[in-house]
Antibody, heavy 119, light 107 residues
């Protein structure tokens, strides 16, 4: 069965960096677009970024463009989110998810990784 | 950006009730509308995709309809496990956007 396991979350000071990872199994990783979606405490869902199945196309939410970078390593079946210049408003649970195309619905989700940006 | 507006924001209902949640897009999105259920402390779960297609394993009491800008999620007979928060999401264009959520509570 599909498994998406996020790691790398934690507490970080404003302005610092953090990298999230999402290890995928149970499906052909190289065939699917992969996304990051976040949820601030007590708030709704916010899409963050997507990378196409082949890594050729990447799109970002305005709130993170220029600070966050999405990437994937097919040899490791792993999705990444490099987060730089972190702000308090980036505090959230970050979910990785997959979809059949690049701009799509999310048919499987990880359990989430909490990132807290605080001094 | 396409804004997604759900109504109501919260809803109280009883087991066995028929419930409808509405989602409106700020511009036409054809049928690129998806619905999710989220329970506290858990990841969202896909219920309906492309407006009316039932995701595998989702009970048939869930159904979706609509096209263009107006969409609905209907639960035909509420079960205890259906009390949760529901989100709509458009996949017509980037940035992908979600509705603000509808919290379904037990009356």
């Amino acid at each position: 069965q599909v498994q998406l396991v996020e790691s790398g979350g934690g507490v970080v000071q404003p302005g610092r960096s953090l990298r999230l990872s999402c290890e995928a199994s149970g499906f052909t990783f190289s065939s699917y677009g992969m996304h990051w979606v976040r949820q601030a405490p007590g708030k709704g869902l916010e899409w963050v970024a997507v990378i196409s199945y082949d890594g050729a196309n990447k799109y970002y939410a305005d709130s993170v463009r220029g600070r966050f970078t999405i990437s994937r390593d097919t040899s490791k079946n792993t999705l990444y989110l490099q987060m730089n210049s972190l702000r308090a408003e980036d505090t959230a649970v970050y979910y990785c998810s997959k979809g059949p195309t690049t701009v799509t619905y999310f048919d499987d989700w990880g359990q989430g990784s909490l990132v807290t940006v605080s001094s | 950006d396409i804004q997604m507006t759900q109504s109501p924001s919260s809803l109280s209902a009883s087991v066995g009730d028929r419930v409808t949640i509405t989602c409106r897009a700020s511009q036409t999105i054809s049928r690129y509308l998806n619905w999710y259920q989220q329970k506290p402390g858990k990841a969202p779960k896909l219920l309906i995709y492309t407006a009316s297609s039932l995701q595998s394993g989702v009970p048939s009491r869930f159904s979706g309809s609509g096209s263009g800008t107006d969409f609905t999620l209907t639960i035909s007979s509420l079960q205890p496990e259906d009390f949760a928060t529901y989100y709509c999401q458009q996949s017509y264009s980037t940035p992908i956007t979600f509705g603000q959520g509808t919290r379904l509570e037990i009356k």
